[in-house]
């Protein structure tokens, strides 16, 4: 069983910065590919980036390629989305995903990941 927590989310304006944590408790996390995705307002939920075990493989969306930063670091149960040249578009409530199958680098999917956590409100001014 893994339990997610995200934090930092906020608001910013557009061309700002934020980076979101995610906390994860459970001793299978290092195991684990992480992940975000993002749901805005009437929107369906999103891919955003993914990371396996290692860090050694990545995978973004295309919309945020350049500008957000997946990390993970295994000895403080926690991933890292790094986000920068936010945009208006960026909006959207951020979660934080665990996913105990194999990943390719290709998007997660949505309703195949284990775990989710609660959700971080990001708003991005224009």
């Known amino acids: 069983q893994v339990q997610l927590v995200e934090s930092g989310g906020g608001l910013v304006q557009a061309g700002g910065s934020l980076r979101l944590s995610c906390a994860a408790s459970g001793r299978t996390f290092s195991s684990h590919v992480m992940g975000w995705f993002r749901q805005a307002p009437g929107k369906e939920r999103e891919f955003v980036a993914a990371?396996?075990?290692?860090?050694?493989?990545?995978g973004y969306a295309d919309s945020v390629k350049g500008r957000f930063t997946i990390s993970r670091d295994n000895a403080k149960n926690t991933v890292y989305l790094q986000m920068n040249s936010l945009k208006h578009e960026d909006t959207a409530v951020y979660y934080c995903?665990?996913?105990?199958?194999?990943?390719?680098?290709?998007?997660?999917?949505?309703?195949?990941?284990?775990?989710w956590g609660q959700g971080t409100q990001v708003t991005v001014s224009s």
């Open positions: 990371i396996n075990w290692s860090g050694g493989l990545i």
């Open positions: 995903v665990a996913d105990r199958g194999y990943f390719s680098g290709r998007p997660l999917v949505a309703d195949e990941c284990d775990y």
